[in-house]
Every structure is written in C-alpha cells, then in structure tokens.
C-alpha cells in the first residue's frame, strides 16, 4: 500500500529516540516518561508505611500459563540487586501496566518495591517475564548518596562495561552473549564522571537477529562507581523477525540512495538546554531522502512500513480568513472557564467528557508565559483503554493571549482494536478533499497568529491529506521566515470526516522573529550535497515501523528488513551544514555530552600538573584550540563557580533548564554564568539574595568564603572568627572574614604563604585546580556530603 501521508515524521526523531534514551538512563521512570512517546510511570516518593502484598491479574493475563512464578520473581530480584534485600513488597500484579502502547505480551509480573527510611518511603516497580524469568525492568530509585569518597571510582568505564554484559547474561538468560550489541553512537551510551557524588556507566545494546541488530529489542543497563548495576530495561515486543536474506543487493540501495538524496535550506535552530538558543542557515536532508529501503522488495517505505512514492513537496500560500485570530488584550490572565470555552469553540470533544482536570504552569521555553493545562474525561472516568489509561481529551492554552497551543481528542491514543467511531453531528455530511482543505485554512487562521504571513501548507501530491485508514484527514503547516523555511517548526491538524477538529499539535520555537537580516548562504546546494554523501553509510540491518500513536491513529509495529543510512556521528550526533560558513554545527547538546578531550600542551613541568591533568580529565577545565590551558590565568567569581559545578554534576546546566529565568544574585539571565549561578544557588553555595560579582577576578579571601559556603560550614566559620591560625599570620589585620580562613587553612585547602595569608591576592586556574582536588581528596573525612 503506498502511503501519501506519513511525510510528517522529522529527522529529527532519531536524536529525540537517542536523548530519551540518555535521560532514560539518569532519571527514575517516571521522571525520564516525561519526554518519551510513550506514557509510563512508576515511581513515588511517600510517607506510609509498607503493606502486604496484593497480588492481581489484568485481563490481558493468564494465570495459568505462568512457568516462572512471583515467589522466583521476586527472589531473583533480590539476589541480583543487592539493594532489595531489605525491601518490602507491597503489591504484585500479572500483567504490564506501566505504559502505553502496552507491550504485546502482557504475561508480566509487576512488583511494586517500597524502601523505608524513617518516615519516608521511597516506591518503585520492578518487571519480570512469568514465562522465562527474564527481568525486564529494574530501577533502583532511591537516594543513594553517601557520606564517603566517590574518587577514584573502584571500577573503571571499561570494567563496566564487563560487568554489564555479566549481568545481562544472569538477568536474561534467553539472550545470548554473542548476540549483544553494544551501540557506540553518540548519546546512546552515558557515562557521569564527576569528581564530587556517585559514579555511573550507562550502556545500551541492540541484541542481534539473525546476525544484524534488531530495531526492537535493546537492552539498557546503568552501572555505578563501585559495580553495582542500578539499572536495568529490557525491551522487546515479541514480534516476528523476517528473514536476513535480502532480494536487492547493497550496491544497488546505495545506488538509489545516491540518486534520491536531497537537501534543502532552512532557518535551523541550535539547542542549549532542550531550548533554541542561536539560529543558523543551514542545509539539511529532506526528511523522504532518507527513508530507508525495503531489503526484499527494493521500495522506499515510510515509518509507518507502507510504502513512499518520491514525490515534490509544495509549499502552499495560507489566504488569509474571514475569521483571524486575535490576542487577549486583557491584563488579566484567563480562568480555566473561559481557557475552556476558547477550546469548545474551535474542537471537538466527545458529548460525555466534562473537564475533569485544570492546572496553571510555566511554559518550557518562555517561563513568564503561563500555560492551562486542561482535561477533559468520563463520568467518573471509568472508560479505560490499554494498559489502563482513561479515554482523555486535553489542551493546552495560553492563559493570556488566549492561543489554543495544542489539542488532542485522545491524550493517550487509541488501539487499533479499540478505536470507535465518534457520532456524526446533528445534520452533518462528509466532507470532500476540497471542502477538507477549505476548512482546515480556515481553522488555522482562527488559531495561529498571522498564519497567512507565517505558516505555508506542505502538500505532499494527491491523497496526500487522506489518514491511511480513510478516518479523516491530516494536514501539515511550517513555518515561513523571510521567505525561507524553519526547521522543526510544523504544525500538523487533524479532522474528522465532518471537518470537525480533532488534532492540533506542533512545535513552537521562539527566536526567530528576531533574525531581522538573512545570512548570505554562499554553500551552494551541489555543494552541500557532496559534504553531505560522504557522511552517510548505506547498511542492511533490522528496523521497527508503526508502534506509535500520531495524529489520532495507531500504527501496528512491525519489524522490517531495510537498507537504511546511518549519518557519521563520531564527531557529535546529528550536524547540519551552515550554509553561510561551511562548517558543520551539532543541533542538539545531550545528557552525558561533553566538550571532546583535548590534550592540554602547557601544563607538564607545572608545580599543578597533577591536579590540572585530572580536572582536564573529568571536563572541569577545557583547553582551548591549541591546547593551552593558561594555567597562571587568573579566574574570575563565576570561573570558580563553573569548576566547582562541573565537578559536581558535568550536566548542571540541564536541570536549569525549567526554572523560571529571573535575576539570581544580581546575576541576569542573559549573562554566560547565570546557570552556574541558579544551580549554585539552589544548592545554597552563594546567597541567591545577596548581590554576586560574578566578573571579578576571584581572591584567595573570597575563595576562602566560597569554600567554606560550598562545605556548609557557615556555622562554624563565625565560631572560629577569633582563632589563633588567623592571628598569627602577619597580615591578619586585612582579612575580614577570619572564620572562613581560619576553617580552610586547617583543612589543608589553602596555606600561608611566609607567614602572610595574602587575603588580596588573586587566585589562577592552577591554583583552582589544586584547591579543588584538595576537596575531593576530603569527601568522605567531613560530617557531611561534599559537592552533591
């Protein structure tokens, strides 16, 4: 069947698969869910006390087929998590209900773990396979942290890794050994190397099918410093693997990929922190070119498995509607009420749902503008679907403009099995393609800003607008500047057969109104071709089609044998061509990425040598170029903060990325260090209220201060104001904050120098670099954690 409407699906879904797969390794379920196209959750934090198990069964099990029972479930957990010793099963469950879609095969134990520390209780869930004893999802979800020394880690990266594979070998015996992958791409695998706070290896592996990596089944596992697995995911959807034998060979895929390849020029936007903060005029594949090549049939399919006809896109003026929309002028922001009534007016939202939830927040990219979150459900809510998730609609609205951002009449998506038909409306008909068209222009007038001016409608050829199974029609919008379009910027609509509206969904990017003169592109398009080729290899290999929900549909997953293309990502994951400059720009930072090692060149001899080769090491301290580290380079307030952060956390700067952008410190947000500073801040290192001057050069007294702020011994700091280590420097009588001396000189992080203290003196990177591994070298010998 050849499919005129899956063109929808950007390239960019790969590096959002990858990232997902990064914080997936970092965060508990339920927080790395957040991001994922998939909804999961199953993870709390509570202050009750443990109860007896429940054991129940969903009616997608069978009790009677189990071969491997809950009592060796649970039994094995224990022994190869350690940490479960001690813990308290309070619920187990046959049957996999933690997301959605849910997993074809629903013979599952589900294990509901609670850990009690006084009076807090901190839950998670555990997966084992009730048929082979495969565990198929642990993660150990509590706080770890100890008071003791995390440097140097006992195991190193490659021991790890050793360890993980032994691992896998006890946890899922039905893999094999051999049949473990270990995908090296860029951002697949995390490794957090911090001086300060636990050590963790994260790994993920394709298992291979008839001897090439599958595009289903993976394997992640988390390994921490000392060689405890903390962490373990197994996915598999059971389906069926075709043969491996191809009927077209590799040189004629790499032929047609040749021929097929295009690129276009588009407003690119450079990510910092999940968010746009720099734009480029860049060439990129046009996202068809890279579909990959059924290995049996020699046809280009989509994501959905059905096959792509090459065809032009059109972009297509927007004429400008009778009914336009028109912002709020109003100060005030909107009640949930009205948020309400805005969305009733423009969507469709089944007779027997009745909001049902309502909630005020900040928006991810522009945190003053807040956002309604509105649901609306069943009476009671008793109408479930799947792996247990109600039949939900939602939007998302802007409380002051009054924008609708985004709609689904299924929050959750439906089952193929389990999708119904909505009634049609009192005197309604089914529209034509035409009248189709003609009322999709009008509702994106109504609901997008100057759509006339800013949006065109991709057309993709005839039928395009048609669902793949005839249920409505879908159309997609993007973004237009100054004549150009804009990358990861489109809209797509949804209708019902009555033109009723049914999806709303796109990307918002802010920023690129403000590009007010076009950069000149002088990479012409045959040249950005040829950089382009080379990069990409053509391999044979397995992938998955369909397994989503998108535009109020299903697609079956499947597993298919392709010829795909596989971009060179050893020198960061997905770059685009700047079509101004020539140079390849990498679009996205990652969880887990870091600045690629440079061998600094001006350091051996240094009397700082040692602890300079370890901060350059772990990321702290980045040579420039030419490897020069400057070390004698005097550093500024907001310098020493960043080495003090990236020592703690190397990823600081993404858990920022939330919060409310305002003045911390005197520090604005626009300034370079104002992520150190908020993460500095929260972590009560400086006052978020007092005045930083985060430029100047950074004294041996205000390091003095800083240490004894980032070791939590302000306390202490005013009992030893009057200490005789102050007073018997020779220049006592300049230094005004003596406690803070007095408690890092008997530390041994700073020392006298004959006699004087130098409170004035200014502090250079080799000294940082020295004071630093000096704290490192303290964890584990003070009352309290250090740095974490």
């Known amino acids: 069947m ?23 390794l970092l965060l508990p379920p339920s927080l790395a869910a957040a991001d994922s196209t998939s909804v999961s959750s199953n993870t709390t934090v509570t202050q ?10 969903n009616s997608e099990a069978d009790l009677t087929k189990v071969k491997f029972t809950q009592e060796q479930a649970v039994a094995k957990l224990r022994e190869l998590f350690p940490a479960l010793k001690d813990a308290t099963v309070n619920n187990v469950q046959l049957g996999s209900n933690q997301s959605y879609p849910p997993p074809a095969n629903q013979m599952i134990w589900n294990i509901q773990w609670q850990i009690q520390e006084g009076n807090m209780g901190y839950g998670f869930s555990s997966e084992v396979d009730a048929i082979n004893g495969d565990i198929i999802s642990t993660y150990i979800s509590y706080p770890r942290e100890n008071n003791e020394s995390y440097y140097p880690p006992k195991v190193s990266q490659t021991q790890a890794l050793e360890i993980a594979k032994a691992f896998v070998a006890k946890a899922a015996a039905s893999v094999k050994s051999s049949d473990l992958h270990l995908n090296e791409d860029a951002g697949y695998n995390y490794f957090s190397n911090s001086l300060f706070g636990p050590v963790q290896y994260s790994y993920y592996f394709s298992v291979m099918k008839n001897g090439l990596p599958s595009g289903s089944d993976n394997i992640n596992i988390a390994v921490d410093g000392n060689g405890n697995v903390i962490q373990f995911s197994k996915s598999s959807q059971g389906l069926e693997y075709p043969s491996a034998q191809p009927k077209i060979t590799l040189e004629q895929a790499q032929k047609q990929f040749a021929e097929q390849f295009d690129v276009g020029l588009f407003y690119i936007p450079i990510y910092k922190n999940g968010k746009p903060n720099n734009w480029i005029l860049g060439w990129r594949p046009v996202d068809q070119s890279l579909y990959p090549i059924d290995a049996l049939t020699g046809k280009r399919i989509d994501y959905e498995g059905k096959e792509s006809v090459p065809t032009p896109v059109v972009y297509s003026d927007v004429a400008k509607g009778k009914d336009v929309f028109q912002a709020r002028t109003s100060t005030t922001e909107l009640t949930a009420k009205e948020a309400e009534q805005l969305v009733k007016k423009v969507a469709y939202i089944p007779a027997d749902r009745k909001l049902i939830s309502q909630s005020l927040r900040s928006d991810f990219q522009q945190t003053d503008r807040k956002i309604w979150q509105l649901s609306w459900g069943s009476s009671g809510n008793e ?3 799947g792996a247990g998730f109600p039949e939900q609609s939602s939007a998302e609205i802007d409380a002051k403009t009054g924008e609708i951002l985004q709609y689904q009449i299924q929050t959750y998506g439906a089952t193929q099995d389990k999708k119904k038909e909505e009634p049609a409306p009192a005197g309604g008909k089914k529209l034509s393609e035409a009248e189709a068209k003609t009322k999709v222009l009008s509702i994106i007038n109504s609901l997008y800003p100057q759509a006339s001016q800013k949006l065109k409608l991709v057309e993709y050829g005839d039928n395009s607008s048609v669902t793949s199974d005839g249920s409505g029609f879908r159309y997609q919008f993007i973004r237009y500047h100054q004549g150009i379009p804009v990358s990861d910027s489109n809209l797509t609509v949804s209708l019902d057969l009555y033109g009723r509206l049914i999806s709303y969904m796109g990307n918002r990017i802010d920023g690129i109104d403000d590009i007010t003169v076009s950069p000149e592109a002088t990479i012409s398009k045959k040249e950005a071709l040829e950089s382009y080729k080379p990069k990409y290899q053509t391999k044979l290999s397995y992938t998955q089609v369909g397994g989503y929900y998108s535009y109020n549909s ?25 079509a101004a400059t020539g140079k390849w720009v990498a679009v996205f930072d990652y969880l887990g990425q870091q600045d690629a090692q440079i061998s600094a060149t001006d350091i051996k001899g240094h009397a700082a040598e040692q602890p300079l080769s370890e ?40 858990y920022n990325s939330n919060n409310e952008r305002k003045t911390v410190a005197g520090v604005k947000p626009e300034n370079s260090y104002y992520d150190v500073v908020t993460y500095a801040a929260d972590r009560k290192w400086i006052n978020k209220d007092q005045s930083l001057q985060i430029d100047s050069k950074l004294t041996r007294e205000q390091l003095a201060v800083q240490l004894a702020n980032f070791l939590k011994y302000n306390k202490l700091t005013a009992y030893l104001d009057k200490d005789v280590t102050v007073s018997q420097f020779s220049d006592s009588a300049s230094i005004n904050n003596k406690g803070a001396v007095a408690l890092v000189v008997k530390l041994g992080l700073l020392k006298d120098d004959n006699g004087k203290f130098n409170p004035q003196q200014t502090v250079t990177k080799a000294q940082a670099a020295t004071v630093i591994m000096k704290l490192v070298e303290l964890q584990g010998k003070t009352d309290q954690l250090i740095g974490q």
Do not use: C
């Not at 050849?2 to 997936?24: E, G, Y």
């Not at 009750?48 to 069964?57: E, G």
């Not at 795909?564 to 997905?574: I, L, P």
């Open 383 to 385: 109408r479930f679907f």
């Open 615 to 654: 901060l350059v090491k772990y990321h702290v301290i980045t040579p420039d170029a030419d490897g020069k580290v400057n070390p004698d380079q005097e550093i500024t307030v907001g310098d020493w903060l960043t080495y003090l952060a990236k020592a703690s956390n190397p990823n600081f700067s993404n």
């Open 2 to 24: 050849k499919s005129n409407n899956t063109h929808f699906v950007h390239q960019t879904a790969k590096t959002v698969l990858i990232t997902s797969v990064a914080i997936a």
């Open 48 to 57: 009750v006390s443990a109860q007896a198990p429940v054991t129940t069964t």
């Open 554 to 578: 299903n697609a079956v997953p499947k597993v298919k044998l392709v010829y795909d293309t596989a971009f060179d990502e050893s020198n960061g994951m997905y770059q685009v061509l700047d």
